[in-house]
């Protein structure tokens, strides 16, 4: 009775300890997933933040023909539409601007040209 006691105990202990390594494996597995899916999100993230910081610079320096291309469904891609949005009225703003600057020297000079 004694060794079937002993054979019971041995079994019940691999059991547990074949428990322990398959939880230990399962525990390792998820936080890789959660792991990679946080890495996947941040590029989602990031990589068109980026993209519109560029861009950013760019308009920023002067280019006010320069456009993201970013055609994301979210909220960065909603983001990016204000930002072409921005980025036109802009365009059409300086274009005004530089009419009526170009307007006001003619008239200017037809003035001074009278004198």
Do not use: C
Request: hydrophobic residues 45%; without cysteine.
């Amino acid at each position: 009775m004694l060794r079937l006691e002993d054979l019971m105990r041995k079994r019940i202990a691999e059991t547990q300890q074949q428990a322990t390594i398959l939880g230990t494996a399962l525990m390792a597995l998820l936080v890789m997933s959660i792991a990679t899916g946080a890495l996947l999100l941040a590029r989602s993230i990031l990589g068109p933040l980026d993209a519109l910081r560029k861009g950013a610079d760019i308009v920023g320096a002067g280019n006010l023909e320069y456009r993201t291309g970013l055609a994301t469904r979210d909220e960065i891609g909603d983001l990016s539409k204000a930002f072409e949005r921005m980025t036109e009225s802009l365009q059409q703003l300086t274009a005004r601007a530089r009419h009526t600057a170009s307007y006001t020297r003619s008239l200017i000079e037809a003035s001074l040209d009278r004198w």
